[in-house]
């Protein structure tokens, strides 16, 4: 899968160390809005200085971020170390703790999108027509094998990383787009016991799912 030149990969240690609310929170704030000192993002997140310091050498302790070494005094002026974070689910596992750990992450993650994309539809109304119509959801399914979802899922990379790029065109916005792939039929696990529901390539894939155009 294709990923930013400064992408880390999560190890056993990193992901133990980042499923935690707080720190999960830090290391999205500075990522979204820069270099910060403990005392802004403390007052930002709603807690106290002493604990998110404390944090944020936890988050520093396994590459996560860095000491811009351009505070003043006392103030340590701390910075994301890197633009993304990956994992894969197979490098984790075999170390309980780290498989436990991911497990909380991705939900905490799966509760982030709900917090934030309720909230875009509690305010939506309140921007331009053309912000309203441009923004949306949708869902649609494929039939694919793990390489070829493999393929799809650098593909889809690629595009981001283009606009990611891109100069930003007049009035353009920051926006954010979470995207999950996972089996239509979760519970038919492939060699386990009973019908395995593998799809024929010649079968009518012609329902199911939503396509862009039936975007909310």
């Known amino acids: 899968m294709t990923a930013p030149q400064d992408d ?12 935690h609310p ?12 820069g270099p910060a000192t403990a005392t802004t993002l403390a007052n ?36 994301a170390a890197t633009s993304s974070h990956s994992w894969e689910r197979t490098e984790l596992a075999h170390d309980e703790d780290a498989a436990t750990a991911l497990g909380w992450l991705e939900r905490d993650y799966l509760r ?19 912000w309203q119509d441009a923004t949306g959801m949708g869902d649609t399914w494929v039939t694919v094998n793990p390489e070829q979802l493999r393929a799809l899922r650098a593909e889809l990379d690629e595009l981001f990383a283009r606009y990611h790029d891109a100069a930003p065109g007049p009035g353009a916005r920051r926006m954010t787009f979470w995207h ?12 386990q016991a009973g019908v395995d ?3 024929d390539d010649t079968a009518d894939d012609s329902t199911g799912g939503t ?6």
């Open 180 to 191: 999950a792939m996972y089996p239509l039929e979760a519970d038919d696990v492939p060699g």
């Open 211 to 216: 396509t862009p155009e039936d975007r909310p």
């Open 112 to 130: 982030l999108f709900s917090t934030e994309f309720g909230h875009w539809l509690d305010v939506a109304e309140s921007w331009p027509d053309e």
């Open 22 to 33: 707080l720190r999960s929170r830090l290391l999205g704030a500075l990522r979204r809005g």
């Open 44 to 79: 930002a997140l709603g807690t106290n200085t002493g604990a998110t310091s404390y944090h944020l050498r936890k988050l520093e302790s396994v590459g996560l971020v860095a000491d811009t070494g351009d505070g003043a005094g006392k103030q340590r002026l701390w910075r």
């Open 8 to 19: 880390f990969r999560l190890t056993p240690e990193a992901v133990k160390v980042l499923a």
């Open 197 to 199: 529901r593998t799809v």
